[in-house]
């Protein structure tokens, strides 16, 4: 089976412009997960929906960030406009139907923006 | 609030040698889980093992062993007879049953494994 797809791998842009990151969870996993792993903040929970709706994003930074899950196999993660502060690796996780048990993450997007 | 503590940020050792990974946690909570990832190089996080709150009798799989110990808010990771692909940062994480789903995850243990 393959896991939780994210594109793109490596994105570096310059300050001011639109990012937009991808991901696919696992077939029929109903949750789904943003982190964001900073060396000064480490790994946070950016977002997670629930069956395609979002049910918690006090992690995210602010109004240049957001997220949509249009349906369960596909979220996006935008961030308009993009600041160098916002240089992460971004990862996204699944989790399986009917467990409330580990989350299984993606392989993140590196993201530099100078 | 929770929290995770790694307290060791870096930790090296040479091949053969055991090695062990704290992780110290906080919540008011009575029913949670816990969680080890390893991040090797390739950067992907890699799920280990999952205990939950009710649960702390301790766990062996292969070289890996973990030891939860409720009483002092402990659930530490021991890796024995360490590989040179052992090297890795590992996380330890919590995430309550009841209520908020996210992982809250510790600063994380950078292992390196000398040959």
């Known amino acids: 089976d393959a896991g939780v797809i994210q594109s793109p791998r490596h994105e570096v842009t310059e300050m001011g412009q639109e990012v937009t990151l991808r991901c696919k969870p696992i077939s029929g996993h109903n949750s789904l997960f943003w982190y964001r792993q900073t060396m000064m903040r480490g790994l946070e929970l950016l977002i997670y929906?629930?069956?395609?709706?979002?049910?918690?994003d006090s992690g995210m930074p602010e109004d240049r960030f957001s997220a949509k899950m249009p349906n369960a196999s596909f979220s996006t993660l935008k961030i308009q406009p993009s600041e160098p502060r916002d240089s992460a690796v971004y990862f996204c996780?699944?989790?399986?139907?009917?467990?409330?048990?580990?989350?299984?993450f993606g392989p993140g997007t590196r993201l530099t923006v100078t | 609030a929770q929290k995770v503590t790694q307290a060791q940020t870096e930790i090296s050792v040479v091949e053969k040698e055991d090695v062990t990974l704290d992780c110290v946690y906080e919540?008011?909570?009575?029913?949670?889980?816990l969680f080890w990832y390893k991040q090797p190089p390739s950067g992907e996080l890699v799920f280990l093992i999952r205990r939950n709150s009710f649960d702390e009798q301790n766990e062996i799989s292969g070289r890996y062993s973990w030891n939860f110990q409720k009483s002092t808010s402990s659930f530490n990771f021991t890796i024995t007879a360490s590989q040179v692909v052992d090297s890795a940062v590992y996380f330890c994480a919590l995430r309550l049953i009841q209520g908020a789903q996210k992982l809250v995850f510790g600063q994380g243990t950078r292992l390196t494994i000398n040959p």
């Open positions: 919540t008011r909570d009575t029913t949670y889980y």
């Open positions: 929906f629930n069956n395609n709706v979002p049910i918690d």
């Open positions: 996780a699944s989790r399986p139907t009917g467990k409330s048990y580990e989350q299984y």
